[in-house]
Every structure is written in structure tokens, then in C-alpha cells.
T-cell receptor, first 114, second 110 residues
């Protein structure tokens, strides 16, 4: 157990629907990062939050949004889902930026859009 | 733009057959190069961080090295349990995000 908790582990939904992925960072970590991993794209950075504030955006679609709450957990909202959104979504956390040990990753949420 | 390229994409070895994985990178101001191991369906697991050219880190059968343009992950006498995807990532001076390569899928047969 890495200490980063992601729920749900698996999600199957239909095209056009909206889902919310949840991440609880490791105790003491203020930064949360979201990554998308698909077979042909590898790990793609989506967004970074630090202590409730958005710090950086990567290749995140306008249909996707995220936030980090006062208790530091984060949610990634995916709407108007398309077949191509099927992927593994990982959350990672660190104290501030990536330290000596980089990030600590959760076990991911596998999203399947049918 | 920071970029990481890993080769080969896949590597099949016999148990005990040593080899190396390559990670080539371009980054504006390297603040760290990271190696991770990822098992199927699981999150990446940290292995090493390297900061400057000439640095080396070792852990069991793995040794990571760094030059100004690339990093190598050397695997000595691998065992089947070393089978996994190995990911390389860089941290540049443009924000706190890690940029990952596509990974090398290693398979070690007994």
C-alpha cells in the first residue's frame, strides 16, 4: 500500500456520461498530480494541485476538470465521455514538488467507456 | 519542450542474461531523472533518482547511470520477478511535473 488511495478501482460507463474519480494523497503530502495512461500514449500529465490551488496544466481536455479540497483529497471529473477516454487514471502525491523519491502513485482507476 | 524517449519498447531476456535499458532525454534544466517500475494494472513504483552526469545508483540487480543526454538501467543476471515495465521520467525547471517516457516492457523467462 503506497498510502495514496484511489477510488473506484474500476469504472465502466457509456459514452456521453460523466464520472468522478477520487484521490486521497499520502498523509502529509500537499501536492496531487493526475496522469492518464493509455496503451498508445504512455503516462500523460493532466494537472497538478498544491494545497488547493491549481499549479500546472498538461494535456487535459476541456471536458475534464479537477479540484483539490481543503482536506487535500482531489477529484477528477470527466464529462461527455468518449470511447477514447478509456484508460488508466493515476493520482500521485508528494510533499511539495517531486522530492528525492519523486511522486508516490496510487493504484489507479481503470475507466472503460462503452 | 521536455521529452523522454525509451528504448527498446520491449525486451525479452532469459533468466541470467544481463542487458541495459536506455532513456534519452531533452530537458530545460534537469532537476532530476527518475526510474520507476510498473507491474500490470498497478501504479508506478519508485526505483531511483539521479541528479547529475556521472551519478550511479544500485539496488539489488539494478544499476542506473546518468550522462548529460541519457540514462541507462542495467539489469544484471535478471530473474523472472524482474519482469515489468520500466519507466523513465525527467523533472525540468518548468514546473513540478514529471515527464515520462513510453516505457520498456521487460520479460524475463526462466
Amino acid at each position: 500500500d503506497s498510502g495514496v488511495t484511489q477510488t473506484p478501482k474500476h469504472l465502466i460507463t457509456a459514452t456521453g456520461q460523466r464520472v468522478t474519480l477520487r484521490c486521497s494523497p499520502r498523509s502529509g503530502d500537499l501536492s496531487v498530480y493526475w496522469y492518464q495512461q493509455s496503451l498508445d500514449q504512455g503516462l500523460q500529465f493532466l494537472i497538478h494541485y498544491y494545497n488547493g490551488e491549481e499549479r500546472a496544466k498538461g494535456n487535459i481536455l476541456e471536458r475534464f476538470s479537477a479540484q483539490q479540497f481543503p482536506d487535500l483529497h482531489s477529484e477528477l471529473n470527466l464529462s461527455s465521455l468518449e470511447l477514447g477516454d478509456s484508460a488508466l487514471y493515476f493520482c500521485a502525491s508528494s510533499v511539495g514538488g517531486p522530492g528525492v523519491y519523486g511522486y508516490t502513485f496510487g493504484s489507479g482507476t481503470r475507466l472503460t467507456v462503452v | 519542450e521536455d521529452q523522454v524517449t525509451q528504448s527498446p519498447e520491449a525486451l525479452r531476456l532469459q533468466e541470467g542474461e544481463s542487458s541495459s535499458l536506455n532513456c534519452s532525454y531533452t530537458v530545460s534544466g534537469l532537476r532530476g531523472l527518475f526510474w520507476y517500475r510498473q507491474d500490470p494494472g498497478k501504479g508506478p513504483e519508485f526505483l531511483f533518482t539521479l541528479y547529475s552526469a556521472g551519478e550511479e545508483k544500485e539496488k539489488e540487480r539494478l544499476k542506473a547511470t546518468l550522462t548529460k543526454k541519457e540514462s541507462f538501467l542495467h539489469i544484471t543476471a535478471p530473474k523472472p520477478e524482474d519482469s515489468a515495465t520500466y519507466l523513465c521520467a525527467v523533472l525540468g525547471n518548468q514546473g513540478g511535473k514529471l515527464i515520462f517516457g513510453q516505457g520498456t516492457e521487460l520479460s524475463v523467462k526462466p
